[in-house]
């Protein structure tokens, strides 16, 4: 296996004109057009918050910038485990990219978890909604949008962990793709039962209430969430021979490139949304 890995340059492709790998060259250019669609959201939300308009809410009342702080250590975590992944596999250490993959999506999970609890307080408790303020409007619409990249790049991040399990043996296909089912079956199941879990556990915290009072509200869904986790466990204790290899190194670095534009996409939301209203 290392000669072989030897003869793979994860960083240029010969049989392109350009000596960069097609898969790479598509993600770059996609990136480059996100890049000026979030920057038009940003723009929009920094140019009404310099010019409120009368009755706009207090906004460093609102934040709690503790949770949004934590989220984004959680999120900057998350982009050092995919960096580990995407070295893992290019040098054709499988396993350990399964749990470094496993690690980014259980941080991406903690991630939306905390942005939920945000938007369901600042519509339950703050009454602020995407149709009653212009700072709703462009608030919800650019973090919403960052979201919805994050929910993109975990589904990401699990079909290519689901993947990397397909056996080498083609006679194996038919039971491989039920099992395949099966992960994905499971790991919905996990992630609903996690989710809720982990708005529990900041509501709790949010509400200054003990752990145990957590534990006894919520434990229900926790076995829920531990039988999930086991689930997960057993169907990643396949040790048969796969497909999956050190020349699969480009998709997860194309995913990489993708997790990691979204994180730097959030440090700038961070610095411009919320840090910037407690200077």
Sequence with gaps: MSSHAATIDHHHDVTTSTGIPNKKLFMWAFLASDCMFFGALISTHLIYRLHPPPGSPVVNKVFSIELTSFSTFILLMSSLLMALAVNAIQKGLVRSTRHH?????????????????????FVEEKHITLSNSIFGSTFYTLTG???????IGVLWLILMYIRSFKPADADAGRPWIARAFLHVLVF????????????GLIHTLQAHESLGEFAHTHVAVLLVTIAGLAGLSFLGTSKAAVEFSEANAIDVESMGLYWHFVDIVWIVIFTAVYLIEFL
Excluded: P
């Design 101 to 121: 993959l496993l690690g980014t999506i259980f941080f991406g999970l903690i991630f939306l978890g905390c942005q939920v609890f945000e938007f369901t307080h």
């Design 145 to 151: 949008t960052h979201g919805c990249h994050v929910a």
């Design 188 to 199: 919905a199941v996990t992630i609903v039962a996690g989710m809720a879990s982990v708005l």
